[in-house]
């Protein structure tokens, strides 16, 4: 059973539930239903010890941005305030992607977003995972990893995108794929993959 939406949360937990189905990270069991509880045995994914953020740093691409300040490399440079990439206004469906520089088997994307301002803008996101570089906003050769409905709002701490198998890539893009041209606002964007031995 594989969980692909993304959910918002104030910390990093060791469970994820989301519309009656609960997934634990590593071996073991989860459960669904609304109406009393049925075990089923489910694929493993990596505890969180055993993953690490490889987007740090790396090289990025995105929509043209809303000013000199707010660059796509923000997004990835591991500051925490309103140092962050947004895009450009009256912009449709804006999108934001990070070269990983090899391709890894990604299990879970932790997006942050503004919080003093406009934290109602993240909504409606497509997270993708592709193989070759795409430059034209069309992510549709990519594999939809994640999606993320909305609105966001500051008490639910950051969006947790997560997939249980994993969906190996070398590009993590994140598009808004809504009818408004609100902006994509990131302050930061993590992506997990399972620790080299």
Known sequence: MILNNCVA??????FLILGGICTIYGAGNGYYGNEGYSL???SDIPPP???EDIA?????HASE???EGLTKENAVNGIFNDN???SKLELMHPWWMVDLMEVRTIHQVQIF???GCCSHRLHDLEIRIGQGLVLTGDLSSYTLMSTYKGPYDVSQGHVICSNLRGIAGR???IKKVSSDVDHLQLVEVRVYVAKKN
């Open 84 to 86: 962050m990439y947004e």
């Open 49 to 51: 010890d055993d993953l």
């Open 171 to 173: 590009f993590l893009a």
């Open 113 to 115: 977003t503004r919080q």
């Open 56 to 60: 740090l740093f790396k090289p990025t």
């Open 40 to 42: 089923f045995a489910f």
């Open 9 to 14: 949360f104030i910390m990093f937990r060791a």
């Open 65 to 67: 941005p809303f000013n």
